[in-house]
């Protein structure tokens, strides 16, 4: 069965950096794109981008450009999401999630991981 | 400000048919998929529907999806106390996947 499972939830100062990963199992990892969104406290989804794991071909979103790198261990079927420069306004609950190729078709959803940032 | 927009809240009471709006453009609804997307509270989001109008297998058939020009909408009969959640819709749009804000259902 289609997995995918995140890494624990992380406590970070302002202008620190986050990493967090995603491991899939149950189908083949190069096949579909990995999305990545958050979802702040009480508010709606937002997507932050996708990474191809085949190519390692990315596409972000604009408000995290320049902040957000997304990268791929073919090895070992995980994706990673790193975000930098943190900031309060990005305490929220990241999710990694698996999508048909060049499609909003998200199938799979890994299960979350709270970020908080406070200082 | 999300890409797609929604109405924040909708209500009905059990048994009723509630239909929920996602408005976009030409650049994403026009012209790709529309997809939309339960969240139950505390859950992580689940596909509800496909390519417009499509149940992954599991889905009841009390949801049906549908789209016309730049607007899709969601429609949701025999409403059950259970279908209180937040529902998004998203598209496709120039290689990126834009996300309506969302809809609080409220079954009263």
């Known amino acids: 069965q289609v997995q995918l499972v995140q890494s624990g939830a992380e406590v970070k100062k302002p202008g620190a950096s986050v990493n967090v990963s995603c491991k899939a199992s149950?189908?083949?990892?190069?096949?579909?794109?990995v999305h990545w969104l958050r979802q702040a406290p009480g508010q709606g989804l937002e997507w932050i981008g996708w990474?191809?794991?085949?190519?390692?071909?990315?596409n972000y979103a604009q408000k995290c450009q320049g902040r957000v790198t997304m990268t791929r261990d073919t090895s070992i079927s995980t994706a990673y999401m790193e975000l930098s420069s943190l900031r309060s306004d990005d305490t929220a609950v990241y999710y990694c999630?698996?999508?048909?190729?060049?499609?909003?078709?998200?199938?799979?959803w890994g299960q979350g991981t709270l970020v908080t940032v406070s200082s | 400000q999300s890409v797609l927009t929604q109405p924040p809240s909708a209500s009905g009471t059990p048994g009723q048919r509630v239909t929920i709006s996602c408005s976009g453009s030409?650049?994403?609804?026009?012209?790709?998929?529309v997809y939309w997307y339960q969240q139950l509270p505390g859950t992580a989001p689940k596909l509800l529907i496909y390519?417009?109008?499509q149940r992954p297998s599991g889905v009841p058939d009390r949801f049906s999806g549908s789209k016309s020009g730049t607007s899709a909408s969601l429609a949701i009969s025999g409403l059950r106390s259970e279908d209180e959640a937040d529902y998004y819709c998203?598209?496709?749009?120039?290689?990126?996947?834009?996300f309506g804000g969302g809809t609080k259902l409220t079954v009263l």
């Open positions: 999630a698996r999508a048909r190729v060049h499609s909003a078709e998200i199938d799979y």
């Open positions: 990474i191809n794991p085949n190519s390692g071909g990315t």
């Open positions: 030409s650049s994403n609804i026009g012209s790709n998929y």
């Open positions: 998203a598209a496709w749009d120039d290689s990126l996947v834009v």
């Open positions: 390519r417009n109008n």
């Open positions: 149950g189908y083949t990892f190069t096949g579909y794109y």
